[in-house]
DNA sequence: TAAAATAATTAGGCTTATCTAATAATTATT
DNA sequence: AATAATTATTAGATAAGCCTAATTATTTTA
């Protein structure tokens, strides 16, 4: 049984494999976990030790196969928690994460799995983020940063790259939800920033800093 | 902040309170809790410094107004939790109460106060325990005199209107203790004699007077 | 009321998870 | 390649929460 503490750093090494990264850093994992290199390297050794992280002096920390599953039935829980808290007890979706933080080390598989049937199995969260089923595997759709979207096309807004208060708060104030549905209007060759047109029929004007953290699905 | 340990103390002597009891002693609790005696009185002293335990060294120990307002919302969480899990996830009420201890040391006061919307308010838990408000007050019991008590319907013995050592000899001679279940079989018109049965199946006749004496609760 | 039994505390350890400061290893820059 | 900068590890502490064994305090019984 593992604790939360070592739950939360498996977390943290799944995001950076997850981003793209496969080797993570001791320095890294600090900064993202808020606490001090020094304490990383004695976790990643027990982690190691319990066979969940591959760890080489130095050079770089990876999930193995079991560190890997263990980290998506956490997310797992993670996120079907966040759906309820939306679905079910009315919060908004930019004030979750936190409650799910704690709600993802209850532990009980049984209870896990009666959530995902009460919510109706969702596949993705409130935030786009998708679901990793019992297994672990991940639903797939087919996303794209708006920087990237075509001239014309409707989309919808599917995840976001940084959900951090300030980014979702701007997006709050700009009307941009997860699921709603946008069409690209232009985009500035200079910049790359783009203009959008809000269902509401509002037209709106984002950075490409912002456009290339809204992560969108393409419409039929 | 306390931590879920202590949160876990702070229920324990709460219950030894709630039947009666205005001290507790260390072995008791450290048999409830299932650790060394040690232990508890290492905890007892954080908890007496922290301000809610009132703490007398090899004399018992008791909560203070802080430490009983603390306990109550903890136990509050873990029952609202239990009717989450009987009534939305379909559990039986013998199998929640693991999952209870874990989701009661979420923190969250909003979580809670939407937790209980969403369950409509609900005042018993799927035992039969009362909910305390978040003010921390318990909501009354339905009680009444045994005389006054419905046919069929089964009862807690809740309290006695009559202290005497003559009565309270009588009850225990019959086998009557507070705290004890009965079931109404039947009350004769004439006298208001009644007949009830113990939960060891034994049957035995009541006069008016003890019945009247005997406040019973209702049971679900 | 003295001895025996029971209950509680103290002393000394252990593990997990953290910290700071000092040192070492790796990577980047002249 | 040598030096500087960056990153990571080691060494030594600390606090919470637990343990066992030894000692003390309280209560019961003779
Ligand atoms: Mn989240
Ligand atoms: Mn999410
Ligand atoms: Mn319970
Ligand atoms: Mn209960």
């Known amino acids: 049984m593992n604790s939360a ?9 799944y995001k950076f494999m997850y981003d793209g990264n496969e080797l993570v850093g001791t320095g890294a994992l600090a900064e993202m976990l808020g606490v001090q290199s020094a304490s990383v ?7 190691s030790e319990k066979g969940l992280v591959r760890y080489t002096k130095s050079r770089g920390s990876s999930l193995t196969e079991e560190g890997m599953q263990t980290a998506l039935s956490i997310i797992r829980k993670h996120r079907l928690w966040e759906v309820f808290l939306v679905e ?5 979706w930019d ?35 998708p679901i990793p089923d019992k297994e672990g595997k991940l639903p797939q759709k087919q ?13 919808k807004i599917s995840r976001l790259g940084d959900t951090s208060t300030e ?31 809000l269902q509401s029929g509002k037209i709106i004007h984002l950075s490409s800093q912002v456009a290339e953290l809204l992560v969108v699905e393409k419409m039929e």
């Open 88 to 92: 079910k007890l009315g919060f908004g």
């Open 95 to 129: 004030e979750v994460h936190q409650l799910a933080e704690q709600l993802e080390h209850v532990k009980s598989d049984i209870l896990t799995e009666r959530l995902d049937i009460f919510l109706g199995n969702p596949s993705f969260d409130p935030h786009g983020d």
């Open 167 to 197: 980014f979702l708060q701007y997006l709050d104030k700009s009307g941009l939800l997860i699921g709603s549905f946008i069409q690209m209007i232009q985009q500035e060759p200079f910049d790359q920033s783009v203009t959008i047109e």
């Open 143 to 155: 996303t794209l940063p708006l920087i990237a979207a075509t001239i014309g096309q409707r989309y």
């Open 5 to 13: 503490s070592e739950e939360n750093y498996l977390k943290a090494i």
């Open 41 to 47: 390297t004695d976790m990643l050794r027990r982690l």
